[in-house]
C-alpha cells in the first residue's frame, strides 16, 4: 500500500526548502514530502550561485521580482540572525567606466527610487576614497546589498521540516505523476507514494517537470553557465563591498563583479555562456538530450541573433583567459592574470519563449492540484521566502 502525503515538493533547494517550511507553518500536522533527485540539498543554483542576497535595483517596478527581492532581503536577515546563519551587509558599488555606463548609471539611480532602495551617487574621488582599488568614473551605492551562505539557509529550512514532521527524501527523483481521482499518484525513487497537492521548484529541469505533470510550460529552459575564479588569499581584502559593472538593460546577466564571500575569500564571476549540458558543470561537458533541446529549439536562435555581440564577447571571454580579465580590468586594474584561479561553474535557468525573449520576472504556472515554478533564476535566492509564501497563498 502507497504512503499519502498532502503535499509533495519537487527539489531540495532554497525554494523547495522554503515552501515546505512556509506550508509546516501554516498548516501544523500536515504530512509534507521533499524528494530531491541528486545525493543532498542545494546542489545545483542553491549552492553554486554568488551568495549574494541582493536589494531589488535592477528589477522593473511592479513585478515579482521588485517586490520579492525587496521583501526577501529583510526576511532572510531576519532567518539568519534568529538562527545564527552568517550574513553581512557589506553593500554593493556598481561602477561605470565610461560615458555610456554612467548614463545607465542614471537610469538605476531612478530604478532604485521607483523600487524604494536607497541608493547613494559618488563622483571619481568618492569611489576611490570608498574602495582605492577600483577604479571608476561614478558608481551607486546600495548599502543594504548583503552576502550570505545559501547552502546554510536552505539546510536550516529543510531542519524546520523535518521538525514538524516533514520526510525530506534525497536520491529520490520523481520520474511520473498521473491524476487518481482527487489526488495523484507519483513515482519518488523506486516508491509509489500518492499525494494531494504537488508543487515542483525544479529548476534546470523545471519545463521538463512540468510536462511530466501535464502543465505546458510554454518556454524552453536554456542554461547559461558561469564560469567563476577566485582570488588569491592575499587579495582578499582587495575590496570590502561587492564592486559590480553597469549592467546591460536588455540581458538578464548582471556581468562580472567581485564578491567578497561569507568564508572570507573573494570571488570573480560569473560571465554567462550558453551550456549544453543543463546540470553538468565542466567547461566542455555535453548532455545529448540537453544539447538537442537547446540546439533545436528556434528559441535560442532568435534569441542569438538579437543579441549577437554579447554572444560573441561572452564567448570570447570564457575561451580566452585574458578576455575575461579585461572584463574585471576595467574596474579593477590592479588584478592579474595569475590572480584568477579556478573556483567553480553554476549553471542558470533561464526562461525562453519561442520567439526568442528572456523570461524577465518569476513565473509559476498551476493546474488544478499541481503547481510548477517555471522561472526562477537571481535574485529567486533572495526572494525564497516570499516566493513561498506566495506560493502558499495561491494553493490555500
Known sequence: MSTTYDYLIIGAGILGAALGAEITRRKPGARILIAEKEATHAFHQTGRNSGVVHSGVYYTPGSLKARFCREGLEETRAFCQ???????????????????????????????????????????????????????VAALHIPSTAIVDYKGVTGQLLRAVEAAGGEIRFNAEVSAVEAVGDHYRATVGAEVIEAGRIIA???????????????????????????????????????????????????????????????????????????????????????LRDARDALFYPGLW?????????TLDEAWASLYKPGYLKLVQKYAPSIRL?????????????????????????????????TAVLNAPSPAATSALPIARYIANQID
Do not use: W
Not at 90 to 110: F, H
Not at 114 to 120: D, F, L, S, Y
Open 82 to 136: 534568529t538562527h545564527g546563519i552568517g550574513y553581512d551587509a557589506r553593500g554593493k558599488l556598481i561602477v561605470a567606466t565610461n560615458a555610456l555606463e554612467e548614463s545607465r548609471l542614471g537610469n538605476l539611480e531612478t530604478r532604485a527610487v521607483e523600487n524604494g532602495v536607497i541608493a547613494e551617487r559618488h563622483d571619481r574621488q568618492s569611489v576611490a576614497r570608498l574602495e582605492p582599488n577600483i577604479n571608476g
Open 201 to 287: 521548484c525544479s529548476g534546470l529541469a523545471s519545463d521538463r517537470v512540468a510536462r511530466m505533470l501535464g502543465i505546458d510550460p510554454g518556454v524552453r529552459i536554456l542554461p547559461f553557465r558561469g564560469e567563476y575564479f577566485v582570488l588569491p588569499r592575499a587579495l582578499d581584502s582587495i575590496v570590502h563591498r561587492m564592486i559590480y559593472p553597469v549592467p546591460d538593460p536588455n540581458l538578464p546577466f548582471l556581468g562580472v563583479h567581485l564578491t567578497p564571500m561569507i568564508d572570507g575569500t573573494t570571488t570573480v564571476g560569473p560571465n554567462a555562456v550558453l551550456s549544453l549540458a543543463r546540470e553538468k558543470y565542466g567547461h566542455l561537458s555535453v548532455n
Open 302 to 310: 532568435r534569441l542569438l541573433r538579437k543579441h549577437p555581440k554579447a
Open 338 to 370: 595569475s590572480d584568477l584561479k579556478v573556483y567553480r561553474s553554476a549553471n542558470r535557468a533561464q526562461a525562453v519563449t519561442p520567439d526568442g525573449k528572456l523570461v524577465d520576472d518569476f513565473l509559476i504556472r498551476s493546474h488544478g492540484g499541481l
